[in-house]
């Protein structure tokens, strides 16, 4: 008999995410192995949350799980399994297939039905296409502001000869025998715990449910071929280095049917020689003359197409680091920006002219060692000797 995930957790068909979760926080407390629980039940509850919990999962167990109801009903009315059947009798009707269950992997089976949405482990019915990784270099400029790229790629498209049918124009495509069309065969097998049913993918068609009379000529019956592609992919401004762009359906093509795979564009970012960036935050460190610093200064800073105005205020200290808000990196989702951040360095003139020392001096005279200067100078003494 199979395992009810639903009865398992102790909740309805119809449950809410919030209420498995809850269910499921509530049996596994009870029977983990820890508080003296028995093992087997804690798997059991286990694997009843990873499949309901798991959206896609969940729909394909409540499909796969009616077969079972069906299945069951039938061996209570006297089916009694696949070993029961007179030759050409077929219980399950038109769509009746029985395959000796030896031949197949239960692995496989359990794979295409919970298996992820690319890739899976079954060879057969429709397949997505692979998903394609490329990374594009951008300016740090682009990355602030956003851009467009055209890529080239060779990829798997749908064969243009057959429009991705697999046929060749002009001929036939027929129902598929086997499962008349269905692409899906039921097969029985009578184990010790009882009649077994499973619906497969039917092995002739591979899911298709219909068949290509002759083959097209361009891609074999695949219904793909490799050729070059041109997209353009928009890249966001305020994308950071390494962040990835989901490009969905521009992989490669799907089989029989399957969707297109994804295209995931990372994003390398180039460095700029002024500016950083820290989150959303343009940090840069400006030099300025002592002049400026002392006697304060109106700043109009060039940050990339706009200019920026700061005001130094006199007696500003180097390293001191002024905010400008709203004028950084703006946020990928929402239209807020992060703020510039300046710091200044006070530049010491290296090189003075014969008329720039004497003014110099002139001050010294007439200031003498600022006043803050000698308390600073006062506690650098104090702390060296004591
Ligand atoms: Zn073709
Ligand atoms: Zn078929």
Redesign the pocket.
């Known amino acids: 008999m199979a395992k009810d995930y639903y009865d398992i957790l102790g909740v309805s068909r119809e449950s809410s995410d919030d209420e498995i979760k809850k269910a499921y926080r509530k049996a596994a407390h009870e029977h983990h192995p820890d508080r003296g629980g028995e093992e087997a039940k804690f798997k059991e509850v286990s694997e009843a949350y990873q499949v309901l919990s798991d959206k896609q999962k969940r729909s394909q167990y409540d499909q796969f799980g009616a077969t079972f109801d069906q299945a069951q009903a039938g061996g209570a009315s006297g089916y009694g399994g696949a070993d029961g059947f007179a030759d050409g009798q077929n219980p399950f009707g038109q769509q009746g297939f029985n395959v000796n269950m030896e031949d197949i992997d239960l692995g496989d089976i359990f794979g295409s039905f919970f298996g992820g949405r690319r890739r899976a482990a079954s060879p057969t019915g429709p397949i997505t296409g692979d998903d394609i990784s490329v990374a594009v270099d951008i300016s740090f400029k682009d990355s602030v502001f956003g851009t467009e790229r055209e890529l080239e790629l060779y990829k798997r498209v749908k ?1 243009s ?2 429009k ?1 049918n ?1 046929a060749e124009p002009k001929t036939k495509i027929t129902t598929c025998a086997t499962c008349s069309g269905s692409g899906q065969v039921r097969q029985s097998r009578q184990t010790m715990l009882g009649a077994f049913t499973q619906v497969i993918t039917c092995p002739t068609c591979k899911g298709e449910g219909k068949k290509a009379e002759k083959p ?1 000529g ?2 074999g ?3 793909r ?1 490799k050729d070059n592609r041109k997209i353009k992919v928009k890249i966001p401004a305020g994308i950071a280095n390494g962040q990835t762009i989901e490009v969905s359906g521009q992989g490669e093509a799907g089989l029989r049917g399957g969707s297109a795979g994804n295209l995931y564009v990372t994003v390398q970012v180039g460095e700029h020689e002024v500016f950083k960036r820290d989150g959303y935050d343009l940090k840069c460190e400006i030099p300025i003359s002592f002049t400026q610093a002392a006697l304060g200064d109106k700043l109009n800073l060039q940050v990339f197409d706009d200019r920026v105005k700061v005001e130094l205020p006199a007696g500003t200290q180097t390293g001191k680091t002024f905010r400008i808000h709203n004028n950084g990196v703006p946020h990928l989702q929402g239209s807020s920006k992060g703020d510039l951040l300046v710091e200044v360095k006070v530049i010491t003139p290296g090189k003075l002219s014969g008329r720039e020392k004497e003014l110099l001096k002139s001050l010294v005279e007439e200031k003498g060692e600022s006043a803050e200067v000698r308390k600073d100078k006062k506690g650098f003494w104090d702390k060296l000797f004591t």
């Open positions: 064969c000869h057959c991705g697999g097209c361009q891609c019956g695949d219904g071929t």
